[in-house]
Protein backbone atom coordinates (compact mmCIF):
# COMPACT_ATOMS: atom_id res chain seq x y z
CA UNK A 1 0.00 0.00 0.00
CA UNK A 2 1.09 3.60 -0.73
CA UNK A 3 2.04 5.78 1.39
CA UNK A 4 2.73 9.73 1.17
CA UNK A 5 4.29 11.57 3.71
CA UNK A 6 5.05 15.40 3.39
CA UNK A 7 8.05 17.95 5.05
CA UNK A 8 9.07 21.25 4.59
CA UNK A 9 8.38 24.44 7.33
CA UNK A 10 5.37 25.00 9.04
CA UNK A 11 5.87 28.91 8.79
CA UNK A 12 7.16 30.96 5.76
CA UNK A 13 7.63 34.85 5.38
CA UNK A 14 5.52 37.09 3.08
CA UNK A 15 7.27 37.30 -0.49
CA UNK A 16 9.18 34.49 -0.01
CA UNK A 17 9.06 30.57 -1.19
CA UNK A 18 7.19 28.14 0.24
CA UNK A 19 8.81 24.58 -0.84
CA UNK A 20 7.61 21.45 0.72
CA UNK A 21 8.49 17.47 0.10
CA UNK A 22 6.68 14.71 -0.46
CA UNK A 23 8.05 11.36 0.47
CA UNK A 24 6.74 8.54 -1.27
CA UNK A 25 7.07 4.73 -0.21
CA UNK A 26 5.24 1.41 -0.74
CA UNK A 27 5.34 2.69 -4.73
CA UNK A 28 7.46 4.25 -7.29
CA UNK A 29 6.55 7.73 -8.18
CA UNK A 30 7.34 6.44 -11.93
CA UNK A 31 4.84 3.53 -12.29
CA UNK A 32 2.55 4.10 -14.89
CA UNK A 33 -0.17 5.87 -14.81
CA UNK A 34 -0.02 7.87 -12.24
CA UNK A 35 -0.32 11.49 -11.31
CA UNK A 36 0.98 12.63 -8.25
CA UNK A 37 -0.89 15.96 -7.08
CA UNK A 38 -0.37 18.86 -4.43
CA UNK A 39 -3.53 20.22 -3.31
CA UNK A 40 -4.15 22.72 -0.33
CA UNK A 41 -7.47 23.36 2.19
CA UNK A 42 -7.51 27.36 3.13
CA UNK A 43 -9.14 27.62 6.85
CA UNK A 44 -12.35 27.32 6.17
CA UNK A 45 -12.44 27.12 2.16
CA UNK A 46 -12.59 23.95 0.28
CA UNK A 47 -10.09 22.14 -1.54
CA UNK A 48 -7.66 23.66 -4.03
CA UNK A 49 -5.93 21.59 -6.42
CA UNK A 50 -2.43 22.91 -7.12
CA UNK A 51 -0.88 20.92 -9.63
CA UNK A 52 1.18 17.79 -10.51
CA UNK A 53 3.86 15.47 -11.54
CA UNK A 54 2.76 12.29 -14.16
CA UNK A 55 4.47 9.28 -13.79
CA UNK A 56 5.96 10.25 -16.95
CA UNK A 57 8.15 13.61 -15.70
CA UNK A 58 5.20 15.50 -17.06
CA UNK A 59 3.91 18.70 -14.61
CA UNK A 60 0.83 20.42 -14.97
CA UNK A 61 -0.31 23.45 -12.83
CA UNK A 62 -3.54 25.08 -11.95
CA UNK A 63 -3.89 28.53 -13.75
CA UNK A 64 -4.34 30.53 -11.47
CA UNK A 65 -1.27 29.49 -9.99
CA UNK A 66 0.69 28.54 -12.34
CA UNK A 67 2.75 31.77 -12.63
CA UNK A 68 3.92 31.01 -9.06
CA UNK A 69 4.22 27.17 -9.11
CA UNK A 70 6.95 24.65 -9.95
CA UNK A 71 6.75 20.73 -9.37
CA UNK A 72 10.05 18.62 -9.57
CA UNK A 73 10.96 15.15 -8.74
CA UNK A 74 14.05 13.18 -7.35
CA UNK A 75 13.09 9.85 -8.80
CA UNK A 76 15.96 8.54 -6.56
CA UNK A 77 14.59 9.03 -3.35
CA UNK A 78 10.94 8.84 -4.30
CA UNK A 79 9.92 12.22 -4.09
CA UNK A 80 8.64 15.13 -5.62
CA UNK A 81 8.32 18.99 -4.39
CA UNK A 82 6.61 21.90 -4.52
CA UNK A 83 7.84 25.45 -4.81
CA UNK A 84 4.99 28.16 -4.57
CA UNK A 85 6.94 31.71 -5.21
CA UNK A 86 6.30 35.03 -3.49
CA UNK A 87 3.61 33.90 -1.10
CA UNK A 88 1.08 35.92 0.70
CA UNK A 89 -0.99 34.99 3.96
CA UNK A 90 -3.91 34.22 1.16
CA UNK A 91 -1.14 30.78 0.57
CA UNK A 92 -1.65 29.83 4.36
CA UNK A 93 -2.87 26.55 4.16
CA UNK A 94 -2.98 22.85 4.85
CA UNK A 95 -1.08 21.22 2.00
CA UNK A 96 -1.15 17.87 0.53
CA UNK A 97 0.29 15.75 -1.83
CA UNK A 98 -2.38 13.05 -3.38
CA UNK A 99 -2.34 10.26 -5.90
CA UNK A 100 -4.69 9.44 -8.94
CA UNK A 101 -4.66 8.31 -12.30
CA UNK A 102 -5.15 11.54 -13.94
CA UNK A 103 -7.83 12.64 -16.18
CA UNK A 104 -9.86 15.06 -14.91
CA UNK A 105 -9.32 16.48 -11.30
CA UNK A 106 -12.21 14.95 -8.93
CA UNK A 107 -10.78 14.20 -5.14
CA UNK A 108 -12.58 11.48 -4.64
CA UNK A 109 -10.41 9.72 -7.93
CA UNK A 110 -7.47 10.31 -5.46
CA UNK A 111 -7.04 7.09 -3.81
CA UNK A 112 -3.78 8.25 -1.55
CA UNK A 113 -3.38 11.31 0.37
CA UNK A 114 -0.74 12.67 2.60
CA UNK A 115 -1.67 13.45 5.98
CA UNK A 116 -1.23 16.98 5.25
CA UNK A 117 0.90 19.75 6.19
CA UNK A 118 -0.18 23.14 7.76
CA UNK A 119 1.88 26.08 6.15
CA UNK A 120 1.01 29.28 7.81
CA UNK A 121 2.50 32.75 6.22
CA UNK A 122 3.59 35.61 7.79
CA UNK A 123 3.16 39.18 7.11
Known amino acids: QVQLQESGPGLVIASQTLSLTCTVS??????????WSWIRQPPGKGLEWIGA???????YYSPSLKSRTSISRDTSKNQFSLQLSSVTPEDTAVYYC???????????????WGQGTQVTVSS
Open 98 to 112: ARDLGGTIAYGDFTS
Open 26 to 35: GGSITTNYYR
Open 53 to 59: IRYSGST
